[in-house]
C-alpha cells in the first residue's frame, strides 16, 4: 500500500475587488503524489470561498501553483530549491548527480526545464541520472524528451533509465504500449520491463512471457500491484491459449487475498478463469 507524503503547496491568486494585488496561501497536505497534493490543496482553497461571505472572491493562478515534497530539516520556503536549480550543472559529474538526485526527491517540476537542459550532454550518467529525476518528478511535459532518449541514445544506462522512467510521465492519452513493445524485445531492457509496477503492461507481459523465470518475475510484480493487477485480469478480454494460461494462474495466486480483502472483483475473476 502506498504511504502518504507530505507537500507545501504555495497557489497565488487574485481578488476580484478590482486590486491589482497580488497574493499567495499556502497549504501543508498529505498525499500519494504532487498531482493529489494539489487537488487537496485547491479544493481547500475552494471550500473557502465556497464558505466564505465575502462580496468579493478569490481567484487562482492555476498555472503558477507550485508544489514539493517536505522533509524534516528543510527550508520552509522554495528558494533553497531555486538554488539549487541555479547550481546546474556543476563542474564536476558527481555533484551534478547529487544535486539531480535531490530535486527528484523534492518532486518540484519548477526544477523540470533546467534538467532537460543538463541532459545537453555526452556524459551517459548524467543524462540518464536526469532521466530518473524527471521521473521521481513526475511532470508529463518531459514525457516525449524522455522517451526520445531511448533511441538517440545507444547506451545501456540511459535505456534503462527510460524504461523505467517512462510510464511514470504518462498521461492517459498516451500510448505507452508501443514503447514497451520495443523495450521487451531489447535483451538489456527486457528484464526490467516484466518488474515495473504499472498495470497497463500487464497484457503486453502475459503475451510475451517465454520462460519460467520471466513468469516468476510477472508474478511478484503483479503481487506488489495487488488489487489494481487483479481489476486488470479480470477484466482482460483473452482469446489465445497460453495467455489465459498465465492469467488465470495469476489470478488463482491472489485469490487467497482477494477473499481475505473482499476485492469486488473477486467473483467475476473466479468465474472468468474457472476457479470457482
Known amino acids: 500500500m502506498e504511504t502518504n507524503k507530505i507537500y507545501k503547496v504555495i497557489i497565488p491568486y487574485t481578488e476580484s475587488a478590482g486590486s491589482s494585488r497580488k497574493y499567495k496561501i499556502e497549504y501543508t497536505v498529505e498525499a500519494k503524489n ?25 481567484i487562482p493562478n492555476l498555472s503558477a501553483i507550485r508544489i514539493w515534497r517536505i522533509y524534516p530539516n528543510d527550508p520552509s520556503t522554495p528558494q533553497f530549491i531555486d538554488d539549487l536549480i541555479k547550481k546546474l550543472p556543476c563542474k ?7 544535486i539531480l538526485e535531490r530535486l527528484g526527491e523534492l518532486e518540484d517540476t519548477t526544477a523540470s526545464s533546467k534538467i532537460i537542459s543538463v541532459m545537453k550532454t555526452d556524459n551517459a550518467k548524467i543524462i540518464a541520472a536526469s532521466i530518473n529525476t524527471l521521473g ?27 524504461v523505467n522512467t517512462l510510464y511514470k510521465l504518462a498521461l492517459p492519452e498516451d500510448d505507452i504500449l508501443d514503447f514497451y513493445r520495443v523495450a521487451i524485445h531489447n535483451i538489456l531492457t527486457r528484464e526490467n520491463v516484466f518488474k515495473l509496477e504499472t498495470p ?33 485480469l479480470t477484466k482482460l478480454n483473452i ?33 472468468k478463469y474457472n476457479l470457482l
Open 200 to 232: 497497463e503492461l500487464i497484457p503486453l507481459w502475459l503475451a510475451e512471457i517465454s520462460n519460467d523465470n520471466e513468469f516468476e518475475t510477472v508474478k511478484n510484480t503483479i503481487l506488489k500491484l495487488g488489487e489494481k493487477a487483479f481489476r486488470v
Open 34 to 58: 504532487c498531482s493529489e497534493a494539489k487537488l487537496l490543496a485547491k479544493k481547500k482553497f475552494d471550500d473557502y470561498s465556497i464558505n466564505n461571505n465575502a462580496s468579493w472572491i478569490r
Open 92 to 98: 564536476d559529474p558527481n555533484e551534478t548527480i547529487k
Open 239 to 271: 482469446k489465445h491459449p497460453q495467455v489465459f494460461s498465465h492469467a488465470s494462474k495469476l489470478v488463482e495466486m491472489l485469490k487467497p487475498i482477494a477473499t481475505e480483502k473482499k476485492w469486488e472483483d473477486l467473483p467475476e475473476a473466479l468465474k
Open 136 to 162: 521521481n518528478i513526475g511532470d508529463p511535459t518531459s514525457f516525449f524528451v524522455v522517451k526520445n532518449s531511448y533511441s538517440q541514445k545507444n547506451n545501456e544506462e540511459i535505456r534503462l533509465a527510460v
